[in-house]
């Protein structure tokens, strides 16, 4: 059976610290392929962020282009609306019935795991893989298989942030993202 890692989120932008922890569960579960999920209006948040869908999914494809295993997977932003983890991965698993799915969340989404809509159901048919991160304490009652990756304090706020203030993002995003950024005058950049 394939297995497909799943990393969903605003990718607003996307920043290595997205990179790095998709290949580590990629190397750590033997995966065969990760699917970068921007989503199109996250439940979370009022809104997606500063940058506009097309700008979110051209930067997540410029971050991932290089790396034959890292795909782009463009079904909750097709679906349009609040995009559902439940609804997504329903979607997905009638498209792709002999696929496991492995959805990898950091360890502020295992916090929050109840919260999350039909989280019961969603349990079913769906394997979570758990990365730490700053300032969680990654602990839930639900099965989340855990990986460990190197602890980075990156976040695409900072990275919003370091381009407003107009200090460096070197070694933060892909080259091939900052100069998207800075060719489309996103986050206050020039």
Known sequence: MKKVGILGGTF??????????ANEVFDALKLDEIRFMPNAVPPHKEKAGDAELSHRLEMTRLAIEDT???LL??????RGGKSYTYDT???LKAEEPDVDFFFIIGGDSIDSLKTWYRIEDLIQFV???GVGRIGSTGET????TKVDIPLIDLSSTLIRNRFVEGKTV???IPEKV????????????N
């Open 68 to 70: 034959p295993y890292f």
């Open 178 to 189: 900052e100069h998207y950024i800075r060719e489309e005058c996103l986050y206050g950049s």
């Open 170 to 172: 070197k070694f933060l």
């Open 141 to 144: 009652e639900y099965p989340v």
């Open 12 to 21: 607003n932008p996307p920043h290595n610290g997205h990179l790095i922890i």
């Open 89 to 91: 991965m329903v979607e």
């Open 127 to 129: 394997n979570f893989v």
């Open 73 to 78: 997977e463009t079904a909750e932003i097709s």
